[in-house]
């Protein structure tokens, strides 16, 4: 595999896992000498996704698209997202018997249900056929796997993520105004309804609460929760600075499929309190890096005496450079699947002569 497409509806100026998986992804296949290729909403006309204006959904053509896909001209196609792009590259690749793969990162019908009456079953059905006409779905966790399979989805493969821990690291000193009081409890990501933020910010905790995110629920939580320090939407040193500035992690999302902002809070040394759900049963389980329970309080008291050092030690067995190698398996073994699957079907034929 020499040269790979990825198309993604999710992409800048959005900040979220997704974003973060695909370029971390690229950036170790072009180490490997993969040819990486981005079909992303920044080559076209967009307009803000309703409730949500920091996606952008592309305003294009499928003869647009098609185009591009033979511009790029790439031995393999990774439709990542189900949105405008995706549902475009999707159809022009089953015109053409284009091989391709795609990849669940977001439970889509929870999300949509959270804010719209859109019965689960309807939006599975639609999301089970996209998948399923590929050469192979790839998911982050076995608990998606599972999931997925038991819903009637084919061909899963897995992919796990990783974390960059020589950006994401213990610092010395405090971002955080010092006045502060501590034990810091702090939760990262896009504030959002799906994220169950309020779950974490109505618990009776000592200390304080940080909320690091940008999202559509920020200023009516930062109305309705004074006492909580909403910081806004950080990258880079200053993202990971933050995080070590915590006592712990929590995590109260739902929904999340895999939730890299663990791994990120683990390899700066901060232990984790979630539920008991997809996404930390896979990444904390009973790795003792943190704590999960049905009592968010309770899980949040008794991750504070996790040692710092343990929980980046945990992080440090995840890295992209695993994850992008078992892309490329993935990729690999979809083709390999096309081949067999047409020599199987050649056999057939000449025996049925």
Known sequence: ???VLIVTDAWHPQINGVVRSLERTAEELQRMGVRVEFLTPQLFRTLPCPTYPEIRLSLTTPGRVRSLMRKFNCDHLHIATEGPLGILARRAALKTGQIFTTS?????PEYLSARLPVPLDWTYGWLRRFHNAGQGCMVATR?????LTARGFTNLMRWSRGVDDAVFRPFEGNVLPEDLPRPIFMNVGRVAVEKNITAFLDLDLPGSKVVVGEGPQLEPLRKAYPDVLFTGAKVGEDLARHYAAADVFVFPSLTDTFGNVLLEALACGVPVAAYPVMGPLDVIGESGA???SHDLREAALAALDIPRDYC?????????ANSSRQFLENAELAHARQIAGHSSAADTSAAAE
Do not use: I
């Not at 669940?104 to 889509?108: G, L, M, S, V």
């Not at 608990?143 to 999931?147: A, E, N």
């Not at 980046?312 to 992209?320: D, E, K, L, T």
């Open 1 to 3: 595999m020499t040269s």
């Open 104 to 108: 669940y990162h977001t439970r889509f």
């Open 143 to 147: 608990s998606l796997d599972d999931d």
């Open 290 to 292: 943190g704590v999960l």
């Open 312 to 320: 980046r030690q945990v992080a440090q067995g995840y890295s992209w």
